[in-house]
């Protein structure tokens, strides 16, 4: 699976952001998609997950109620509509694919096997 991120910017606080992760590969339908941030200076973190059947997602805490993430198979796409934005929310964001088998919608980044570029987000207040 090859995956690519985008839809980054810089925006204010409180506006809207939808970052898109394409992937190609027939394997994209059978995989978990996270995402993560990684800020300046920090370790990659984790902000969103959603499992192959789109049925279940994992959210971080800080961004729980904000950020929603989606996935529409049939265009290989995986979404991440991120409102409500706070200047701590900017950050270089990652798409990851891992396969669909324990431990799951895992925050663990070591446990995604595939990886996008980046696409930064700037959040100013």
């Known amino acids: 699976v090859q995956l690519q991120a985008s839809g980054g910017g810089s925006v204010q606080a409180g506006e809207s952001l939808r970052l898109s992760c394409a992937a190609s590969?027939?394997?994209?339908?059978?995989?978990?998609i996270g995402w993560f941030r990684q800020a300046p200076g920090q370790e990659r973190e984790f902000v969103a997950a959603?499992?192959?059947?789109?049925?279940?997602?994992n959210y971080a805490d800080s961004v729980k109620g904000r950020f929603t993430i989606s996935r529409d198979d049939a265009k290989n796409t995986a979404m991440l509509q991120m409102n409500n934005l706070k200047p701590e929310d900017t950050a270089i964001y990652y798409c990851?694919?891992?396969?669909?088998?324990?431990?799951?919608?895992?925050?663990?980044?070591?446990?995604?096997?595939?990886w996008g570029q980046g696409t930064l987000v700037t959040v100013s207040s």
């Open positions: 990851a694919a891992r396969k669909p088998r324990y431990p799951g919608l895992t925050r663990d980044k070591r446990q995604y096997t595939y």
């Open positions: 959603i499992s192959w059947t789109d049925s279940n997602t």
């Open positions: 590969g027939r394997a994209f339908t059978n995989s978990i």
